[in-house]
T-cell receptor
Framework: GAVVSQHPSRVICKSGTSVKIECRSL??????MFWYRQFPKQSLMLMAT?????????EQGVEKDKFLINHASLTLSTLTVTSAHPEDSSFYIC????????????FGSGTRLTVV | DAKTTQPPSMDCAEGRAANLPCNHS???????VYWYRQIHSQGPQYIIH???NNETNEMASLIITEDRKSSTLILPHATLRDTAVYYC???????????FGTGTSLTVIP
């Protein structure tokens, strides 16, 4: 089945630095990928929609200059958290829509970001 | 924005059927009902989806009411590994964004 690989699974960074998270579709092409953020004991919140070859679309209230999204190929989208602060510590999850079989979304395993 | 309402938590005895309800009273004619679950600190996992007919697969059954304003996910024989947060989501099959509601935290009890 469709697999989305997310890397790294865990990352700790210092406040003020930037962190890049990768999301890859392993056995299918994903023209559109999605990035979510999840705080402890809360639901997933959609941050942005990543479109291959074009600018990402951000949800209301999400700072596009802070959360940089690049979708340069049909199998890779990256999320860069710039100038990270402790309040950015969260669980970040990507997903991609599969075009065959299940008409839904396949999710990555998530990245636990801790900013110290 | 999420268009579904689910109870925040439920318990189920191991081996029994788990019935998870979802209200989606504002669902439109072209919107599907999807169910995903999330085990702690993992990405959501697809379970099942449907439009208006009941659906069954190897994981679960989905019962959608005739007016489509609510649905029930049924796990026929719950195991401890089914302990997770279950999300009911409605969206058009041709659209893009996928919004999560608050979900139901299911605990399967030995």
């Amino acid at each position: 089945g469709a697999v989305v690989s997310q890397h790294p699974s865990r990352v700790i960074c210092k406040s003020g630095t930037s962190v890049k998270i990768e999301c890859r579709s392993l056995d299918f092409q994903a023209t559109t990928m999605f990035w979510y953020r999840q705080f402890p004991k809360q639901s997933l919140m959609l941050m942005a929609t990543s479109n291959e070859g074009s600018k990402a679309t951000y949800e209301q209230g999400v700072e596009k200059d802070k959360f940089l999204i690049n979708h340069a190929s049909l199998t890779l989208s990256t999320l860069t958290v710039t100038s990270a602060h402790p309040e950015d510590s969260s669980f970040y999850i990507c997903s991609a829509r599969t075009q065959t079989g299940v008409y839904g979304y396949t999710f990555g395993s998530g990245t636990r970001l801790t900013v110290v | 924005d999420a268009k579904t309402t689910q109870p925040p938590s439920m318990d189920c005895a191991e081996g029994r059927a788990a019935n998870l309800p979802c209200n989606h009273s504002t669902i439109s004619g072209n919107e599907y009902v999807y169910w995903y679950r999330q085990i702690h600190s993992q990405g959501p996992q697809y379970i099942i989806h449907g439009l208006k007919n009941n659906e069954t697969n190897e994981m679960a059954s989905l019962i959608i009411t005739e007016d489509r304003k609510s649905s029930t996910l049924i796990l026929p024989h719950a195991t401890l590994r089914d302990t997770a947060v279950y999300y009911c989501i409605v969206r058009p099959n041709t659209g893009n964004q996928f919004y999560f509601g608050t979900g139901t935290s299911l605990t399967v009890i030995p």
